[in-house]
């Protein structure tokens, strides 16, 4: 029996950026997959960066880490929330990487001493990437980042546009994001922006087939119908990506719009219809909540919410898991002087980060929760900030901070471990992606996650001081997950307050809609007794 040949969808986005195309790429791969089909994906990033393990979360979002312990961008985190698909080293690539290869290799003499130039070596090897992202799956979505017209781009576009000719027509569906802004003034909305997206795009060889159309409303069948003739595409491809309340709608809303059919179509893919009771079910949940907690959210990254977007989604997760609404309050760590405004949440989260910075208003932060008994979950750095009031404030060691903020500190209770202090490059002493623990019986980690032995993703550099256990236990810290050869904490947690845990690794990033993580639902089970208490 001949296989069935492999599809790959490319997703494109013009007039400006944030439109959303990480979304429309994870709702495709959703409604697909809900198909019965195997997805996977592939984000390009044109930006010269290696990854973006060095950026400021605040110029460029969170960054999100898979299992292998890749250094990824965050749309990552919106197709492993989307789907089924985990994703890895092989699942992002910037023009970095791909330019670090070629170069790599043209020293080495794999060229023979010939030109090395953009084309064919760079576009030849963005589409080995493309071919070595999609084993394994039926269906690649690959989703260009920026937008068309940015000159980092173009080598990408045009190894997207050779795809096509090299795999087959039928093979490639592109599908194209832009913009179609609403005039008030006049009352219209304004399909021009988009017709010079697609104009730009068709001048680089590639003729989009399916049009997403960014939009704040639906779009009448009159203005799809002006679309499609100056755009030269079906009017069935013209799909309104309107605003939604919950991003969680937008599969619904493409399905309904008829994105699924459209592209299976352009493919000459035949399956069934999708099976979409899981999103109806998160959809109903997420419209019709029951009730509302509001969470403290105390960081230094609080200006761009996508610096905590893998944060910001697992709370929302835990609040479907009890159809609650959750109210996010952002509190900036470095202006947080009186803890007294956290007064009115239900739960405080203090999140990960890096530096001095902020240090002592997440401290602040932890003091008040553990004192007012109210619900807390600190999360990497969050987890340190929870050893570091503790030790100061309960097991009376004064001074105790991590050497990362204080090297002199008379307690270095958070510190390097020896192994990486010899380490000179920035992530080469970070704990990254998958490693193991051991759930201490009885403990609220235990009651959480139901089993003894799991594995979480790490995004850190220092660790729980080991010489400090026995003296943070004794004052009535329970060290309630460890790695299995009893080195590294993993969970702390206070056994005499309703619900206080930290965690050395980043649980969000292995939260879905569908499967909320059982610490986040736990939490938010907490904030909402909390609530009903006071």
Request: charged letters at 25%.
């Amino acid at each position: 029996m001949t296989p069935r040949p492999k599809k790959f969808i490319f997703v494109t986005g013009g007039v400006l950026s944030g439109l959303g195309k990480g979304l429309s790429a994870a709702a495709i791969g959703s409604l697909l997959e809900a198909r019965g089909l195997r997805v996977t994906f592939l984000k390009l990033d044109p930006y010269l960066n290696v990854d973006p393990g060095t950026m400021n979360p605040v110029q460029h979002g969170e960054v999100y880490v898979t299992d292998d312990g890749a250094e990824t961008d965050l749309d990552l985190g919106h197709y492993e929330r989307y789907t089924r698909s985990i994703t890895g080293q092989v699942n992002n690539v910037t023009a970095g990487r791909v330019y670090n290869e070629v170069i790599t290799k043209e020293r080495r003499g794999d060229y023979l001493g010939g030109t090395v130039q953009v084309i064919p070596h760079i576009t030849d090897e963005i589409k080995r990437r493309v071919h070595l992202a999609s084993e394994g799956a039926d269906i690649l979505i690959c989703e260009v980042g920026g937008t068309v017209g940015d000159i980092e781009a173009l080598p990408f576009l045009e190894a997207v546009r050779q795809f096509r000719s090299e795999v087959g027509r039928d093979n490639v569906c592109y599908v194209h994001l832009a913009l179609v802004p609403y005039i008030p003034s006049v009352g219209e909305l304004k399909t021009k922006p988009l017709q010079h997206s697609v104009k730009e795009l068709q001048a680089l060889g590639i003729a989009p087939d399916v049009l997403l159309c960014r939009t704040d409303r639906d779009i009448p069948r009159s203005v799809k119908k002006k679309i499609a003739l100056f755009c030269n595409v079906d009017e069935a491809a013209v799909i309104s990506a309107r605003d939604v309340e919950h991003i969680y709608e937008v599969p619904l809303v493409f399905h309904d719009e008829g994105l699924d059919e459209t592209i299976t179509r352009s493919l000459g893919i035949w399956t069934g219809e999708p099976q979409l009771e899981e999103w109806g079910r998160v959809v109903a949940a997420v419209k019709n909540p029951v009730g509302t907690v509001r969470i403290a959210m105390v960081g230094k990254y609080v200006d761009l919410s996508d610096s905590y977007k893998s944060l910001n989604e697992a709370l929302h997760h835990g609040g479907i898991a009890h159809r609650t609404k959750v109210e996010i309050e952002y509190f900036d760590s470095e202006k947080l002087d009186n803890p007294e405004v956290l007064s009115h949440c239900d739960g405080i989260l203090v999140p990960h980060g890096f530096g001095a910075r902020g240090v002592e208003g997440k401290v602040a932060a932890v003091k008040y929760a553990r004192e007012s008994r109210t619900p807390y979950f600190g999360i990497c750095y969050g987890m340190q900030m929870a050893v570091i009031e503790f030790a100061r404030n309960v097991a009376g060691l004064d001074g105790a901070n991590s050497t990362e903020v204080d090297p002199d500190t008379p307690h270095p209770v958070i510190c390097l471990m020896e192994s990486q202090e010899e380490v000179d490059e920035k992530g080469g002493t970070m704990r990254l992606g998958a490693w193991p623990c051991e759930v201490r019986e009885g403990t609220k980690a235990y009651a959480a996650y139901g089993k003894k032995a799991i594995s979480e993703r790490h995004r850190h550099r220092l660790e729980f001081n080991p010489e400090y256990k026995d003296r943070l236990e004794a004052a009535g810290m329970t060290l309630s997950g460890m790695s299995p050869d009893g080195r590294l904490a993993e969970i702390v947690e206070l056994a005499d307050h309703p619900w206080f845990v930290g965690s050395q690794y980043h649980p969000e990033f292995k939260s879905t809609p569908f499967e909320p993580h059982p610490l986040f639902t736990d939490f938010i089970g907490a904030a909402i007794k909390h609530a009903a208490d006071d």
